[in-house]
Structures are given as structure tokens and as C-alpha cells.
């Protein structure tokens, strides 16, 4: 029996460019319907949430609230190459400062929408969104006790911060810290750090914590082979993946559009060839996009990468196994 998923803003109506409503002709805004209960699970299943008071913790640039929205419509035009079944759950909302509620809300959000066997995409929104994210994988039945759970971050920074009050910062350290209070086994690996964008005390927490990680200088179109073998070793060590792409990973003349822009950056062509690994692995349980802020956007660059993304993700995603 499927479940209504809870959100504090209704999924609004989807409109885009249309060239005809043959399927030749179909676009994301002409497949996407409204989630209700009713409708069995699709290719994917949209969440929003509205949150950069995580962003405004760590003390950066505010504005990723609004992610979202533009998100959606930066997809609303993309061509399908195949009809695909898509919906959209609405967005949750991070009200004044109380970040931990929205998280709290969004993995319950996430949790149903796993359990009732749909492919979770949660658009943000602050890099916060990926403790929320994290909270529904935790709880979904897909994740028993048994289940090695591989976070793989496309990210310029580790997010290992332990600061007693939670950020953007902070979230990869708070899902670590659940995982051993919980006696439950995870991988957590980083694609693209900066290493002057990241402490030494951070390099130090990371390997504390057992965290693989590839430098941003160690993933460009000639890395290739490092970027595979990386890839392999991790995708070998778990059983389902959760993939966070925090848009600051690109370069800065493709995202521009985010709290702090990569003066080096890993290129979308890395970026790409690593999402189609992941998400043909068969283990890609639930994608998030983060820190895309619209008001620093050049050209609506930032959101166009990143829905690319997302459109490549999607259109070529093999469904996770579930647990009989």
C-alpha cells in the first residue's frame, strides 16, 4: 500500500517549451504528474527543499532556498529520448532557523518514498539537505542491518565539520556518528576536494573516519583510469549508494551559480562519466543536488549543469534490488 508523502509545499503544475504531444515529441514538463498515493511508483520522484539556513551557519552565501524552483525549471524543457514515468512530491520547507525539523521532515519524506519503491531525486537547497536525505535512507527498509551503505560525494569540501551546531558543513560528520551509535557499517567517499578549500584538520577527521577521497587535481579528463579505479573500489565495497553532487564540485565558469565557486574544479565531463557508473551499478538507492544559489546564477549556467545531471541520472537509472 502506498503513502502519502508529507511537504509543506503542494508539487505545482509543469510547464515548458512543446513542440507536440506525440512521444517524439515529449518533454519533462509533459511526462511529470503530480504524486499522489494513488500512482505506483515511476522513473523517479521529485522532492524539494528549501533550506540555506545551514548555508547561513556555516557562514556562507545565502540563497539556495530557491534551488528548487529553479531546478525544476531548468528541467522542464529537456528532451526525452524515451517516455519515462515522472513525479513530483512537492518541496519541504526550512521555516526561519529550525533546520533540524526540515530534516527531520525531508527523511520522512525520503523514507516513504523508498518504501514505497520509488527512485528518490531531492533538490536543494543547502549542502544540509544531505543529513535529511540521509535520515530517510537510514530508516527505509532497503537499509537493514545488514546493508553497507556507500555515501558518495561529488564535492569540493569533506563536510566533516564537528561543530555542536549543525550546517552545511556538518553533515557528514552527524551521519557518522549515527552510523556507530547504531552499530551499522558505511562508506562515505568524496570525488573533487580542494585541498586549500579544505583544513588539514579536516584531511585528519577524514582519515580518522576511514574516508576515501580523489583531489580535484586527480579527476581531470586524463585521470580517467584513477577516477574507474576509484569508482570500483567503492562501488565493490557496499550494497546501496546514495549519491550527493554539491554543484560547487564544478568549475566556476559552469557553476557559478553557488555559495563558494570552484577556482579549479573537476570537469563535467568527469562529473557525468561518474554519475553514469553510479547510477547503471544497479546500488543507487536516492540522488540529491545541492547549493545551487539562482541569485548568483550567470545565465542560468549552474542549474542547466545541474539538471543535465540529473536528466542523466534519470534516463539511464537501474532500479535497486529490494529485499524480497
Not at 498515493?37 to 557562514?59: H, Q, T, Y
Request: glycine share 8%; aromatic share 4%; with cysteine.
Amino acid at each position: 500500500m502506498a503513502h502519502a508523502i508529507t511537504v509543506d509545499i503542494a508539487p505545482k503544475p509543469w510547464t515548458g517549451r512543446s513542440d507536440g504531444l506525440s512521444p517524439e515529441h515529449l518533454r519533462w514538463h509533459q511526462a511529470m504528474q503530480p504524486h499522489s498515493a494513488n500512482l505506483p511508483p515511476g522513473d523517479c520522484l521529485l522532492i524539494g527543499f528549501s533550506s540555506d539556513e545551514g548555508v547561513r551557519r556555516n557562514k556562507g552565501r545565502r540563497g539556495a532556498a530557491h534551488g528548487p524552483a529553479a531546478l525544476r525549471s531548468a528541467l522542464s524543457s529537456m528532451a526525452l529520448a524515451e517516455p519515462l514515468i515522472l513525479q513530483d512530491a512537492g518541496t519541504v520547507v526550512v521555516s526561519g532557523e529550525n533546520l533540524e525539523a526540515g530534516q527531520t521532515t525531508l527523511g520522512t519524506a525520503v523514507c516513504t518514498a523508498l518504501d514505497d519503491g520509488h527512485f528518490p531525486v531531492v533538490l536543494g537547497g543547502g549542502h544540509e539537505i544531505a543529513y535529511g536525505t540521509y535520515l530517510g535512507v537510514a530508516d527505509a527498509a532497503l537499509r537493514t542491518p545488514d546493508t553497507v551503505l556507500g555515501i558518495l560525494n561529488l564535492d569540493a569540501h569533506f563536510d566533516l565539520r564537528a561543530d555542536l551546531i549543525p550546517s552545511s558543513g556538518t553533515p557528514f560528520c552527524q551521519i557518522a556518528e549515527d552510523e556507530a551509535a547504531a552499530d551499522t557499517s558505511h562508506r562515505y567517499a568524496v570525488v573533487g576536494i580542494s585541498q586549500p578549500s579544505n583544513t588539514t584538520a579536516l584531511f585528519d577527521t577524514a582519515h580518522d573516519l576511514g574516508v576515501t577521497y580523489l583531489l580535484d587535481d586527480q579527476c581531470g579528463v586524463g585521470d580517467r583510469h584513477h577516477v574507474e579505479h576509484f569508482l570500483d573500489g567503492f562501488l565493490g565495497s557496499v550494497d546501496i549508494v546514495y549519491l550527493t553532487i554539491d554543484l560547487d564540485v564544478l568549475p566556476a565558469s559552469v557553476a557559478p551559480g553557488v555559495s563558494a565557486p570552484a577556482s579549479y574544479g573537476v570537469p563535467m565531463e568527469t562529473i557525468q562519466y561518474v554519475c553514469d557508473r553510479v547510477t547503471k551499478s544497479g546500488k543507487l538507492a536516492v540522488l540529491d543536488v545541492a547549493e545551487l544559489n539562482p541569485s548568483l546564477d550567470i545565465d542560468n549556467r549552474t542549474a542547466r549543469a545541474a539538471a543535465r545531471l540529473i536528466h542523466r541520472v534519470v534516463t539511464k537509472h537501474v532500479p535497486v534490488a529490494r529485499p524480497l
